[in-house]
Each structure stands twice: as structure tokens, then as C-alpha cells.
């Protein structure tokens, strides 16, 4: 049996980004804003999302002499990217103190 290439979409982890304590929106402004948050996220990571994120995670439990260059540098593209994607999301909506988007592998 002959199995297919996987395309460069099937090997990336999928994620899902998920709008959390925004009062105020219908749910298609919350749809569309969760999609310009994921779509910024992976216009800035690429297939590299999950694997950037659960750097930070760790890098966020550890302290900084537990941690490599390489690690601080992922947890730092995270940073970045999180909060490119975050404005992007927010765009239209307009920002709240309480309101975030999660991210969990699927």
C-alpha cells in the first residue's frame, strides 16, 4: 500500500485560537477575529506555531538559567508573533484588559 505525500499543510500541528472574556461582539465578529488572529500567527511562525508556543510555556515555568539560547529565542519569536496576531484580532473589536486569545493544540 502506497500512502500519499502529506502536504506542507497536513504536517503542521493544528491549533486552535479561540477568543476568551470579550464582552460586547456578535459571534461572527468573534469568528472573523479569531481567524485574523490565527492567520497572523501563522503568517509569523509558519508550521512552527505549536513548537514556538510550548517553548514559551516552558520557558515560562522555568527560570532563565534552566533555559538555552535557542529556547529564550523561541520564547521570544512567541512573544512577538503572539502579540502581532493579538493586534490583528483586536483590530476591529477594539481591546479590553480582560480579553485574550488561547491557543491549545488540537
Keep these: 500500500m502506497v500512502l500519499p505525500e502529506a502536504s506542507e499543510d497536513e504536517l503542521r500541528e493544528a491549533f486552535s ?3 476568551i472574556d470579550y464582552p460586547h461582539s456578535s459571534a461572527d465578529a468573534v469568528r472573523v477575529a ?9 503568517k509569523q511562525l509558519g508550521a512552527d506555531v505549536l ?21 529564550i529565542a523561541l520564547a521570544a519569536r512567541w512573544i512577538k508573533a503572539y502579540d502581532a496576531a493579538r493586534k490583528a484580532g483586536f483590530r476591529d473589536l ?5 480579553a485574550y486569545f488561547e491557543v491549545k493544540a488540537i
Excluded at 34 to 42: G, K, M, N, V
Excluded at 51 to 71: G, Y
Excluded at 94 to 98: I, L, M, R, S, V
Design 17 to 19: 485560537a479561540k477568543l
Design 94 to 98: 477594539g481591546d479590553t484588559d480582560e
Design 34 to 42: 479569531e481567524q485574523r488572529f490565527r492567520r497572523e500567527l501563522e
Design 51 to 71: 513548537p514556538v508556543m510550548r517553548a514559551f510555556q516552558n520557558a515560562s515555568e522555568s527560570s532563565d538559567t534552566d533555559l538555552t539560547k535557542s529556547e
